[in-house]
T-cell receptor, first 113, second 115 residues
Framework: AQKVTQAQTEISVVEKEDVTLDCVYETRDTTYYLFWYKQPPSGELVFLIRRNSFDEQNEISGRYSWNFQKSTSSFNFTITASQVVDSAVYFCALSHSGSRLTFGEGTQLTVNP | DGGITQSPKYLFRKEGQNVTLSCEQNLNHDAMYWYRQDPGQGLRLIYYSQIVNDFQKGDIAEGYSVSREKKESFPLTVTSAQKNPTAFYLC??????????????FGPGTRLTVL
């Protein structure tokens, strides 16, 4: 069975703080993909990153970075120097056979000015 | 501009009525999906379609129906058999088809409230 756990339901930080959102997954597949999506108050899910199970290199995109560790089945997301516009719900997701995605329950991030 | 459109953004219906949510994409994607999101929860898959005239049940298909007569359209009908239809509904698409693990891109969603 596939499962994604985002243990942090809500996180609140002050602007310019760094923040890490945790994601732990379970799968028996050897080939899989991991995703992060951002859901701002408008509701639409915005794709942030896709990572396959054979690529454990960390990824950096501007203030965003992702740390994929197969040994601990984790795919954590860090926002450096957070901004108010980063306030949103962030979802981690796992894909498996047939293009299906399993989502975590999301982490509500609030960045206060 | 390529993308996914869902209409309407807000929908109100009386209990016992069927309602159809629209989802259209002009990304030339083969695969399309419907998800349901309840407050404070993640997304759950209702139905998905890999190609025209074919679709499969997701995890919570009971009380819902879909059709896929055109590549760009994947309407979802919420029937009176759905016990708790009030939710936020998101449509997505990906390049597809079968066995693909391509990125899914999402529409803006429809918030359905049953009175």
């Amino acid at each position: 069975a596939q499962k994604v756990t985002q243990a942090q339901t809500e996180i609140s930080v002050v602007e310019k703080e760094d923040v890490t959102l945790d994601c732990v997954y379970e799968t028996r597949d050897t080939t899989y993909y991991l995703f992060w999506y951002k859901q701002p108050p408008s509701g639409e899910l915005v794709f942030l990153i896709r990572r396959n199970s054979f690529d454990e290199q960390n990824e950096i995109s501007g203030r965003y970075s992702w740390n994929f560790q197969k040994s601990t089945s984790s795919f954590n997301f860090t926002i450096t120097a957070s901004q108010v516009v980063d306030s949103a719900v962030y979802f981690c997701a796992l894909s498996h056979s047939g293009s299906r995605l399993t989502f975590g329950e999301g982490t509500q991030l609030t960045v206060n000015p | 501009d390529g993308g996914i459109t869902q209409s309407p953004k807000y929908l109100f219906r009386k209990e016992g009525q069927n309602v159809t949510l629209s989802c259209e994409q002009n990304l030339n994607h083969d695969a399309m999906y419907w998800y349901r999101q309840d407050p404070g929860q993640g997304l759950r898959l209702i139905y998905y379609s890999q190609i025209v005239n074919d679709f499969q049940k997701g995890d919570i298909a009971e009380g819902y129906s879909v059709s896929r007569e055109k590549k760009e359209s994947f309407p979802l009908t919420v029937t009176s058999a759905q016990k708790n239809p009030t939710a936020f509904y998101l449509c997505a698409s990906s390049i597809g088809p079968y066995g693909s693990t391509d990125t899914q891109y999402f529409g803006p969603g429809t918030r359905l409230t049953v009175l």
